[in-house]
């Protein structure tokens, strides 16, 4: 079944482990949950929902998601988030050496997501859900948790509050990091605008960071997105296009 879910193999005696492999210090989290996810599955074929979702910015580089859900397995999903590079342009620079070329940022992250169920029944939020992301370029491996709640305003109008923590293990020469972010935001379902007000903060960086961003629903499944982020060192701002297919 693992084989199936994902490129990866995994085998306890190490023999045939990936290129990036995931850290020693989460095994006591993802051995447990491995575990319950396995044993909860049914053993008739589940149906899968897949969606793809492409963002493009202003600088001709985009972000491409492509995901599948398991129904009825713990709300199981996985994907792959795609980071796509600006096409290069030849400019002649006639201090370098040849040939000119621009560098190529683009990258792919392989995570997985799965639902905690009982979570309203324990705590302050009625969802949670425990992630793992891969990132085989940078060689780096996370693990996070992820809790929201959600309240109807009205009949057109809800609020969400949501609350994330996750631990970091790159190459020795970065180590471990922590990161957290949380957030409010406000949807108003007839119109499709949604406004949202977050705060993140890090290992590398004690202090907390604000964010502002509005999402406008246009035509079928296309999304326009304004943020204004504070990065700690100036104020970034950006609009940003695309749009969500699910079927």
């Not at 499709?192 to 007000?197: A, E, F, I, Q």
Request: proline letters at 6%; hydrophobic letters at 40%.
């Amino acid at each position: 079944m693992l084989r199936a879910l994902a490129p990866w193999r995994c085998r306890i005696d190490g023999d045939d482990m990936p290129q990036t492999r995931l850290p020693r210090a989460f095994a006591p989290v993802c051995v447990p949950l491995l575990l319950v996810a396995v044993g909860s599955a049914p053993a008739a074929a589940q149906e899968v929902s897949t969606r793809v979702s492409r963002t493009t910015n202003a600088d001709g580089s985009a972000s491409v998601t492509a995901a599948g859900a398991l129904d009825g397995w713990s709300a199981a999903e996985f994907g792959v988030d795609l980071s796509v590079a600006a096409a290069p342009v030849t400019v002649v620079q006639p201090r370098s050496d040849l040939p000119w070329k621009a560098t190529d940022s683009s990258g792919a992250v392989a995570w997985a997501k799965v639902a905690m169920p009982g979570v309203s029944n324990l705590l302050f939020w009625d969802k949670g859900a425990v992630d793992v992301r891969l990132d085989p370029l940078q060689d780096k491996s996370q693990l996070g948790t992820s809790f929201s709640r959600e309240w109807d305003l009205g009949s057109h109008i809800s609020a969400q509050v949501s609350d994330s923590y996750a631990v970091t293990v790159a190459p020795t020469s970065s180590g471990e990091g922590w990161s957290s972010d949380k957030s409010l935001s406000l949807n108003m379902h007839e119109t499709g605008t949604r406004l949202s007000l977050g705060t993140s903060v890090a290992s590398d960086r004690h202090t907390w960071l604000p964010s502002l961003s509005a999402q406008q629903n246009l035509i079928g499944p296309l999304v326009l997105t304004t943020t204004v982020a504070d990065t700690g060192t100036e104020i970034n701002r950006s609009i940003t296009a695309g749009f969500h297919s699910t079927w």
